[in-house]
């Protein structure tokens, strides 16, 4: 039993943290591309207003992030059905992402009232999974497109959906690398100090 109880404390934490990173860099996509907007001016590529754009974005997230959104539909910035299609698998990913999070946080409450530490992570697994993103860290910061291809390749294997052509799809001219490195470091930050944290506690 108290075998199972490791594993389950195992897997928890990282679940826990994987998905915390993927709604923290959700909440902050919001100000980062708010900045790069600002400082790369790739408004203007788009033809768009600041508040247009973050408009506009505002209705992707939505479509991402609530379920019960079906339609995604950007009001300045048209949608070719192949980023539809990418998007629709983003979308499932953000919402499964969003409810083990929040799974995973009503568990943390729940243990919270219980008597002892019953999800204590031990330190070594706490410093397997802290330096875990240390062995791609050097390949990502060197060269982020090409991470960035090798991430999509794995995450959406046998699919070309998220190759967006600018001419079909303009919001491409907006979300640019460097605020999807922005996100990806964010997400990372996150993840860190989560076992960091976990390492710490006494």
Known sequence: ????????????????????????????SWPLL????????????????LGQVMHNYNQLMWYLIWPFKHVLHMRD???????AQHFAAVKKLFILAIV????????????????????????VWALLFLLLPIAILPFAVTN??????????LLFAGSNTWLFDPATDPVINV???????????????????YFAAKLLQR
């Open 34 to 49: 708010l900045v790069f907007v600002v400082v790369q001016k790739t408004n203007k590529t788009v033809n768009l207003t």
């Open 175 to 193: 979300l640019t690398e460097g605020f999807f490195a922005a996100c990806f470091a964010v997400g990372g930050i996150i993840y860190e100090l």
């Open 77 to 83: 910035l048209p949608t070719s059905p192949m980023a």
């Open 144 to 153: 982020f497109d090409s991470f960035f291809v090798v991430f999509h390749h």
């Open 100 to 123: 083990a999070f929040l799974c995973c946080l009503v568990i943390y409450l729940w243990s919270r009232r219980q008597k002892g530490n019953v999800l204590k992570l031990n330190k």
């Open 1 to 28: 039993m108290k075998k199972q109880n490791n594993i389950f404390t195992i897997i928890y934490h990282f679940i826990f943290a994987i998905t915390s990173s993927v709604v923290g860099a959700i909440v902050a």
